[in-house]
């Protein structure tokens, strides 16, 4: 059973960074696509990042430029930086990993993220 668990959230400034951490439990994390979510009060959850095996990454639009994901194999551990923060990013950010290979989703239990002055 694969468990992900991230932390590094919290409230920051308008304009200020944040990094958060999602650490996955169990084998087999390199071959995962790994992904981080939000979800704000009243909206869906939407993606914001994921990088796959090879370290190919994607985002979305309203992140790119401001927000970096990456991944440690070594570690078994995928991260988010985000810079340049503004309110909208306020929610809760939820890690992912997709074992492609089995068919399987993980998800931790997310971190909230507040963007306020």
């Known amino acids: 059973q694969v468990q992900l668990v991230e932390s590094g959230g919290g409230l920051v400034q308008p304009g200020g960074s944040l990094r958060l951490s999602c650490a996955a439990s169990?084998?087999?994390?390199?071959?995962?696509?790994m992904g981080w979510y939000r979800q704000a009060p009243g909206k869906q959850r939407e993606l914001v990042a994921s990088i796959t095996s090879g370290g190919g990454t994607n985002y979305a639009a309203s992140v790119k430029g401001r927000f970096t994901i990456s991944r440690d194999n070594a570690k078994n551990t995928v991260y988010l930086q985000m810079n340049s923060l503004k309110s909208e990013d306020t929610a809760v950010y939820y890690c992912?990993?997709?074992?492609?290979?089995?068919?399987?989703?993980?998800w931790g239990q997310g971190t909230q993220v507040t963007v306020s002055s």
């Open positions: 169990g084998s087999g994390f390199r071959t995962y696509v």
């Open positions: 992912n990993g997709a074992d492609l290979i089995a068919d399987n989703d993980y």
